[in-house]
């Protein structure tokens, strides 16, 4: 076997192979071995009749094309091993003659990359209060949950809970799709339902009809709704008004399961909310840095890798529909794209995976970040702790014969360690 080798951009490299009569002979009667197996050859038993038997039976094409999809896989292994190259993406394969065999496989080995300056990179604390008007509004969620609702025969105003029946049609009159609804919930002034059309409601009472315009607005999140014009027909067909509970020491009791006063319910309450505004902190600090990180990033990336990483995140993307009922036909419908506009829109996603990766391997090996065993099993306790407590074990177990789970378990606690160091 013959192997020429040709460094190409982007840190990808194209391996000639070459093999030799006497290796596509030897391929060509593993061939017809096997297609003597998969054949019913009258005379001869499965796997026992000799070549120019199968040659007749099947023809040379059919051997040929079995002698690749042998010697394709198992040559370039060899290739790669005797040529010791650190490949880390799947060959792209273009077969120059079959006979004698001869193909070209394009590879992307890893990058040289490199996070310029990463030592200056610093990411400023906010100072983030939380304030009685912050502890109050939380409170008043509370009362507004646990509100008791009685019917009303007065017209709708803010905090009322309707049920109303909707539909839509274009400026011809025509049912718009998606626009039609049947006892529909709304609590008016929480904006559920879009604001110009919630502001309609208001003053309308029971059993009422009204009919207004409606123009959708240019940030709608479904783009063929934006500035689209649509005439609604809306009847209220249930009323009530919420009923927000007193503020005394039984409802706190029934909120928090203890006797508390109110005094103590809002220091819980404005503890909470701290370590709540700490964690967004932190997580705005880390967001921060690794934007930073990123732009101080140099690198170049294979195509290749880029377009298995799209593919990566489309079956991402078929998992998580799947897990919703859907299917992935369903989706490229709804959302007017054929697959080839997804992978245009993944592409630039999918190299700022590739690159944050990258960089962060080159953060852990420059800043020395190393995890232990016993800290890779702290972090695997904390994740056991959302399941139930009988659970748990079971949880870690699994985890633990999952080999990808704990790698990502040991880089989740690179990150943090990163991030800690970085960060302060």
């Known amino acids: 076997m013959k192997v020429t080798k040709e ?32 054949v019913k050859i009258p005379g001869f038993r499965p796997g026992t009749a000799p070549y120019d038997v199968v040659k007749l039976n099947v023809g040379e094409p059919a051997i040929v094309r079995q002698m690749i999809d042998l010697a394709l896989p198992e040559t370039y292994s060899k290739a790669i091993l005797q040529e ?22 394009i590879v992307a080995l890893l990058p040289d990359v490199k996070v310029k300056d990463h030592k200056d990179i610093k990411v400023a604390k906010e100072l983030l209060t939380v ?64 604001p110009d059309f919630e502001k309609n409601l208001e003053g309308m009472k029971i059993g009422e009809t009204k009919t207004f315009a409606l123009t959708f607005p240019m940030d709608y999140h479904a783009e063929n709704f934006r500035g689209k014009v649509v005439n609604f027909e809306t009847t209220i067909v249930k009323a009530e008004q919420a009923d927000a509970p007193e503020l005394n020491d039984e409802f706190i009791e029934k909120v928090t399961g203890e006797k508390k006063t109110l005094a103590e319910l809002k220091a819980e309450i404005r503890k909470n909310l701290e370590e709540q505004k700490k964690n967004e902190e932190r997580m705005r600090q880390e967001d921060k840095m690794l934007e930073a990180v990123l732009e101080r990033t140099e690198v ?98 699994e985890y633990r014969g999952n080999h990808n789970m704990m790698m990502r378990i040991k880089n989740r606690v690179m990150l943090k360690k990163l991030f800690d160091k970085m960060l302060g």
Not at 84 to 105: G, H, L, M, N
Not at 135 to 144: E, G, R, Y
Not at 301 to 313: A, G, H, N, R
């Open 84 to 105: 010791k190259i650190p490949v880390v993406s799947r060959p792209q394969v273009d077969i120059i003659t079959e006979d004698p065999f001869v193909y070209e496989a």
């Open 300 to 397: 170049e990336i294979s195509d290749i890798l880029i377009d298995e990483e799209v593919e990566y995140i489309l079956e991402d993307i078929k998992a998580d529909l799947a897990e919703k009922g859907l299917t992935y036909e369903q989706y490229l419908k709804v959302s007017k794209k054929s697959e080839a506009d997804l992978i245009k829109d993944h592409k630039k996603e999918a190299e700022k995976r590739i690159k944050i990766r990258l960089a962060l391997q080159f953060l852990f090996t420059e800043e020395k970040i190393e995890v232990t065993d016993d800290e890779v099993e702290a972090e695997l306790t904390t994740l056991a702790q959302s399941y139930p407590p009988s659970d748990q074990e079971k949880a870690k177990s």
């Open 131 to 194: 304030e009685d008007k912050d502890v109050d509004a939380v409170i008043d969620n509370l009362q507004k949950y646990y509100a008791t609702y009685t019917p009303i025969d007065r017209p709708a105003k803010k905090g009322d809970k309707l049920e109303i029946d909707f539909s839509g049609t274009d400026e011809s009159g025509v049912p718009v799709e998606g626009t039609a609804s049947k006892n529909h919930p709304v609590i008016l002034g929480e904006n559920t339902l879009l």
């Open 7 to 38: 460094d190409l951009k982007k840190s990808q490299i194209k391996l000639r192979i070459e093999l030799s009569p006497e290796e596509i002979e030897g391929y060509k009667q593993k061939a017809a071995k096997r297609l003597s197996e998969q």
